[in-house]
């Protein structure tokens, strides 16, 4: 046992140990430095995300919507780290602006953010912020916007694509296609509560007053209810409001007009067949009461049995309500459908 034992001893003995070759140690050092230097700043970046999201929390608790300028902008919405959606409104809200719509957005807009400030499924993945022209004009021309109010999404990774710019010409700012386009684009569902509004209840209360009031005082001679030409005068009023889109603006909340911000030019007739404006409306309004009015006297001219001569001048007063107001109608119609190819008198 010994003797053969002894050779195998003697071959342990005569190995030498291996050593890692000289030029590794520089290798294993520099990966330890990297491994120390990427965790540092992995803890760094991590921390600088907890800062930024204390910080918004803070103002979400004092405010539902907190303003930005330039500085702010670039800290919490445009440099990462960054977790959280943002949804930003840029808006001119300052007296020289004169941006009416500006403020009936910024309405909506509040309503929005407080209802969602005051759910219970409130979290710090969803803020709301807004930029005015007059605090960061440099944010305007880093964006290259030219008008205003505008609603854009920034979402937690990445730039914001074209969906994230809410579509107000189309869609209008209310206060629930907002929160829909909001749920669409990052998956946070906002109930939208309003304020109560007793305006209706209190319009509606004195209307029912005064009819009341009138058949009261009128109870002894009831035949006016009777009269023919004052349902057809209040039919009318109903299908002319119908047939002008006031159901649509009441839904979808449009502006009223829209003011260019480079020249001032006012538009009052949107450029879109899926669009308007409430002035629109009212223009659509107002040339279907016209037209309408000269179908009645072309009516009276020829059903009725006075003086040949007023009757020819009712006729042809007739003709032209007709004839100009329905070619005005036709031309808005044929601005609004790109490519329509009939048009009479105007074009």
């Known amino acids: 046992m010994g003797a053969r034992g002894a050779p195998s001893r003697r071959r342990q003995a005569g190995r030498r140990p291996r050593y890692l070759p000289t030029g590794s140690f520089p290798f294993l050092l520099l990966l330890l430095l990297l491994c120390i230097q990427?965790?540092?700043?992995?803890?760094?970046?991590?921390?600088?995300?907890?800062?930024?999201?204390?910080?918004?929390?803070?103002?979400s608790s004092r405010r539902s919507i907190f303003r930005m300028n330039g500085d702010k902008f670039r800290k919490f919405?445009?440099?990462?780290?960054?977790?959280?959606?943002?949804?930003?409104?840029?808006?001119?809200?300052?007296?020289?602006?004169?941006?009416?719509?500006?403020r009936q957005a910024n309405e909506e807009y509040?309503?929005?953010?407080?209802?969602?400030?005051?759910?219970?499924?409130?979290?710090n993945k969803l803020?709301?912020?807004?930029?005015d022209y007059d605090e960061g004009t440099d944010v305007f021309q880093q964006l290259n916007m030219n008008s205003a109010p505008t609603f854009m999404h920034f979402p937690p990774k990445g730039r914001p694509?074209?969906?994230?710019?809410?579509?107000?010409q189309r869609i209008g700012f209310a206060a629930e296609q907002l929160a829909k386009w909001i749920a669409d684009r990052t998956d946070v569902h906002i109930r939208v509560f309003r304020p109560p509004n007793y305006s209706g209840t209190i319009a509606l209360a004195l209307l029912v007053s005064l009819v009341g009031g009138l058949l009261y005082l009128r109870r002894n001679n009831l035949e006016f209810i009777y009269n023919k030409t004052g349902w057809a005068m209040v039919s009318l009023c109903i299908v002319f409001a119908m047939t002008s889109g006031q159901m649509w603006n009441h839904i979808r909340g449009p502006p009223y007009a829209h003011k260019n911000p480079h020249n001032g030019?006012?538009?009052?007739?949107?450029?879109?067949?899926?669009?308007?404006?409430?002035?629109?409306?009212?223009?659509?309004?107002?040339?279907?009461?016209?037209?309408?009015?000269?179908?009645?006297?072309?009516?009276?001219?020829?059903?009725?049995?006075?003086?040949?001569?007023?009757?020819?001048?009712?006729?042809?007063?007739?003709?032209?309500?007709?004839?100009?107001?329905?070619?005005?109608l036709l031309s808005i119609f044929r601005s609004k459908y790109h490519g329509y190819p009939y048009s009479f008198l105007i074009k």
């Open 38 to 59: 990427l965790g540092g700043g992995q803890k760094k970046k991590e921390n600088l995300l907890a800062e930024k999201v204390e910080q918004l929390m803070e103002w």
């Open 77 to 102: 919405i445009k440099a990462p780290p960054r977790n959280y959606s943002m949804i930003v409104m840029f808006t001119a809200l300052q007296p020289q602006r004169q941006c009416s719509v500006c």
């Open 110 to 123: 509040q309503i929005l953010a407080n209802s969602w400030r005051y759910s219970s499924a409130f979290c």
């Open 127 to 131: 803020f709301f912020s807004m930029v």
């Open 161 to 168: 694509k074209r969906a994230d710019t809410f579509d107000l």
């Open 265 to 328: 030019q006012v538009s009052y007739i949107h450029g879109s067949s899926q669009a308007q404006f409430v002035a629109e409306s009212h223009i659509i309004l107002v040339l279907n009461a016209a037209i309408t009015m000269g179908m009645v006297l072309l009516n009276e001219a020829a059903t009725s049995k006075g003086d040949v001569g007023k009757r020819r001048i009712i006729c042809l007063v007739g003709l032209g309500l007709v004839v100009f107001f329905f070619s005005f």
